[in-house]
């Protein structure tokens, strides 16, 4: 079992930043992708940025220049710094995590989501 658990999300003005953290834990063989979905109400659950364990990253267009994500592999930790947060950026953020758990199986976990509010 893996656990994902996020943290970082908050209420923040048009134009300011925030953080979101997100640590997995548990029986972890090997993590290959880490990633932030986010999904706002009444839309689907799209991505907003990946990064795999050799560091290469992809980010929706969307976020592009104001985004960026990374991780820590000694703390199976992965970071999302929103800079220039729009009221469209609003949305419940949610924490994805890929890799294996032994050499047989592979697991696929999501966090609980948390919630980010752009709003002056």
């Known amino acids: 079992q893996v656990q994902v658990v996020e943290s970082g999300g908050g209420l923040v003005q048009p134009g300011g930043s925030l953080r979101l953290s997100c640590a997995a834990s548990?029986?972890?063989?090997?993590?290959?992708?880490m990633g932030w979905y986010r999904q706002a109400p009444g839309k689907l659950r799209e991505l907003v940025a990946v990064?795999?364990?050799?560091?290469?990253?992809n980010y929706a267009d969307s976020v592009k220049g104001r985004f960026t994500i990374s991780r820590d592999n000694t703390k199976n930790t992965v970071y999302l710094q929103m800079n220039s947060l729009k009221p469209e950026d609003t949305a419940v953020y949610y924490c994805?995590?890929?890799?294996?758990?032994?050499?047989?199986?592979?697991?696929?976990?999501w966090g609980q989501g948390t919630q980010v509010t752009v709003s002056s």
């Open positions: 994805n995590v890929r890799g294996s758990v032994d050499v047989f199986r592979d697991f696929d976990s």
């Open positions: 548990g029986r972890l063989f090997r993590i290959n992708a």
């Open positions: 990064i795999t364990s050799g560091g290469s990253t």
